[in-house]
Structures are given as structure tokens and as C-alpha cells.
């Protein structure tokens, strides 16, 4: 069996470890590293998946990603040890669904203003009874070869990170770092920037 989106296999790797390790060494203190990746060329995705980084972030909120494009690039990561994540478009519960059932690991949302939005992005990433993210992890459970392995590990694994861009989120900034579920925050200097008038 071939690992999948770092989802089994080869290397004993169990489905969704490398995300799980990622947050251990999170939580334990640790620095990671990571990349972000805007072009939608295929080999620059192998290239970065296998270059020693923690995590890439695929960039899909200002660049040209298709769907189609988007798995080949998570195809890039099979054998990696590198958590592929990508920054949505925006956070919407739909792509959230396509691109984890696709098989990236973590979502960056981007212009998370509010707690409730921070909450809904949650949501959206894991499955009910704590979410509700809808079924159909077709290639991220190994196209349902290890699909009880991902349905038991999937709302720990998966990583959540709101973008916080907006000037007026300050206001509520320790309400929505305190929402159960979130893994990092995400700084958007342009747009905050923007939104404070500079």
C-alpha cells in the first residue's frame, strides 16, 4: 500500500501522523518550520514537500489553483514527512470540505474577524458531533482503504489557523484566540495594515 497524503503504509507512518507530530511540537514548545507555495507547478510541490520543511502552506486565497491542481500538488507530498496545508480562498465551509477531503492537513483561513467566525472555521474542519464537516475523505483516507484510521484521528489532527487581518478583530482578539479548537494564529500585516489606514 502506498502512503497517501501522508496517510499510511509506507515507513509504518500511520494515517495523519506527520499533522499530529506537527501539533506535539507545537504544544511542547517547539519551532517549525514552514513554506509558503504559489505556484501551481506540480515539481516545485515535490520539491518543497521533500525539502526538510515542517509544513508547506499552499497559497490558493491569490493564486491560480484548480481543484485538480490542487491534489496533484498534494499527490507531491506521498512519502514526506512535510504536512501539506493550504490557505483557502475564504472560510467557507465547501473548500474547507473539497480541500481536506483532498487530503491537506491543515486550513488557514483567511479575514477571520470574529470569534464566531474563528468558531465556524473550527467547525468546518471537523467532523459532527464537534463540527460539521461533511463526509467524503475519499483520497485523504487512502481513497477508504484506512478510512476508520482517519475518522478516529481527523478532528485531532487536522490543523486550524484563522488569518487575523482585520484592525477591528483587536477588540475581540482574546475572545477568538480562546476558541476551543484553534492550533496557531495567523498574522495578515497587508490588510491589517490596510484596515488601520496606513
Known sequence: MSEASG???????PILERALRLKEKLKGGGHVIGAWLSVTDPTVAEIMAHA???????????????LDK??????????????PMARVPWNDQVVIKQYLDLGIEGIL????????????LVAACRYPPVGRRGF???RASNFYK?????????????FVMPQIEDIAT???LDE?????GLDAICIGPNDLSGTAGL
Open 7 to 13: 496517510l499510511g503504509g509506507s515507513g509504518g507512518r
Open 52 to 66: 526538510g520543511f515542517d509544513y508547506v502552506l499552499i497559497e490558493t486565497e491569490h493564486s491560480p489553483w484548480s
Open 70 to 83: 490542487l491534489q496533484t500538488a498534494v499527490m507531491a507530498f506521498n512519502g514526506s514527512a512535510t504536512v
Open 109 to 120: 483561513a483567511p479575514m477571520v474577524r470574529t470569534p464566531e467566525e474563528a468558531a465556524a
Open 136 to 138: 467524503g475523505p475519499r
Open 146 to 158: 484506512d478510512i476508520d484510521t482517519y475518522m478516529a484521528r481527523a478532528n485531532d489532527a487536522i
Open 170 to 172: 483587536l477588540e475581540r
Open 176 to 180: 477568538l484566540v480562546a476558541v476551543p
